[in-house]
């Protein structure tokens, strides 16, 4: 099975997803999907476009892409994503926010897995800001348990031998065995357990659990703990792709620079806003002098002075001018006492979609891990 050309964190169970260009500029037409959302179908192109799954691919056998090319030659994107839950929610919420909306259409589930130590695979993003969680063991909080407090009391308990081992509930069956035997625990069973883990002690099917964990509430709900030691690590939402894809495949690089472009520049942007207002002032200068002599108005790089012009008296005359200028959030408010101390009025505000650098400085760094 080929592997993805790019992935938005370990896609869990799911099924097959297509990336919409809803409002998207015409540099975007590698974007369309097999079917239309809300318009005619597209028309074909020799353009990459993205395929989005939430489960892994199928078989080469049953690949069959819109332009009858085999997989081998297909040039359709394939961008993995997580299909339920908080993940899910929030990965549609930053796409639709970067104007590339999902459209689920086949319902079939599916369970995916990213081979461990695959050199394929490449950090595009690793800075999302969402989906923080870590990976945590965790144990009742009765019975036997009671008063395990840590992974080192939970590995001299005398219950566990070759004959009666310690039950692990986990889908991480490669990192979950290695800690384990990291932290001394020797004669433990392993099973990947169907539907939520956090229901398999109290079941019988297992003594503890491994999985995911955010806030703890669910695991709370059934009665479970984590405890000291039990972290195996933390995370979040990361962006990866396949190297192998992004140098040998035509169109994917382009195309993961754009969404990497649209993702960095939407995140930059988020919690600012651009305030307008305007001001008298004799020139441009003495009001961005002004401006800059206030703590929480310089804006990016400086405020935007240009002149506002009306007729009086029958001349063209600029009394005033607008400022523009950037603010995050948590400055908003003073920034506008601030714009009124020095004659500001009329103030604008609108929250800003993005800002865009010159370049993002992620595109040079996965540029230099690729070695072009």
Not at 165 to 190: C, D, I, M, Q
Not at 238 to 262: C, F, N, P, Y
Not at 308 to 333: H, S, T
Request: aromatic share 6%; glycine share 8%.
């Amino acid at each position: 099975m080929a592997p993805a050309s790019m992935s938005l964190v370990s896609p869990s169970r799911g099924s097959q997803q297509l990336l919409s260009p809803s409002s998207i500029t015409p540099s975007l037409s590698a974007f369309r999907a097999r079917t239309s959302i809300g318009a005619s179908s597209p028309k074909p192109s020799a353009s990459p476009r993205i395929v989005c799954f939430s489960g892994p691919l199928p078989s080469a056998a049953a690949v069959a892409v819109s332009n009858g090319r085999p997989d081998g030659e297909r040039r359709e994107i394939r961008l993995g994503l997580p299909s339920k839950g908080r993940m899910a929610e929030d990965t549609l919420g930053l796409l639709k926010d970067c104007q590339l909306s999902v459209k689920q259409v086949n319902p079939r589930q599916y369970v995916a897995k990213i081979p461990q130590g695959n050199e394929d695979l490449i950090i595009v993003h690793e800075a999302l800001d969402y989906g923080d969680c870590r990976l945590s063991l965790a144990i009742p909080n009765y019975g036997i348990f009671e008063k395990i407090k840590s992974v080192k009391e939970l590995a001299q308990m005398p219950l566990w031998t070759e004959e009666k081992p310690l039950r692990v509930a986990t889908g991480f069956t490669y990192l979950g065995p290695k800690f384990l035997k990291e932290n001394g625990l020797k004669h433990v069973s392993f099973s990947t357990g169907e539907g939520a883990l956090e229901a398999a002690p109290a079941m019988g099917t297992a003594d503890v659990i491994m999985d995911l964990v955010s806030s703890g509430t669910t695991l709370k709900e059934n009665n479970l703990k984590e405890i000291e030691g039990g972290t195996v690590l933390e995370s979040q939402a990361v962006l990866v792709a396949s190297r192998k894809s992004l140098v040998q495949r035509e169109g994917v690089l382009d195309t993961t620079h754009e969404i990497l472009e649209r993702l960095e520049a939407h995140l930059k942007a988020v919690d600012q806003f651009t305030v307008t207002a305007n001001m008298r002032g004799r020139s441009a200068e003495e009001v961005a002098k002004r401006v800059l002599s206030q703590p929480s108005l310089p804006g990016l790089q400086g405020p935007t002075v240009s002149p506002v012009f009306c007729i009086r008296d029958g001349e063209m005359v600029a009394d005033y001018y607008a400022i523009v200028i950037c603010i995050p959030k948590k400055a908003l408010y003073s920034s506008v006492q601030q714009l009124r101390a020095i004659g500001g009025s009329g103030v604008l505000i609108s929250p800003l979609t993005y800002i865009f650098d010159e370049e993002t400085p992620r595109w040079q760094q996965l540029l230099s891990k690729l070695g072009l």
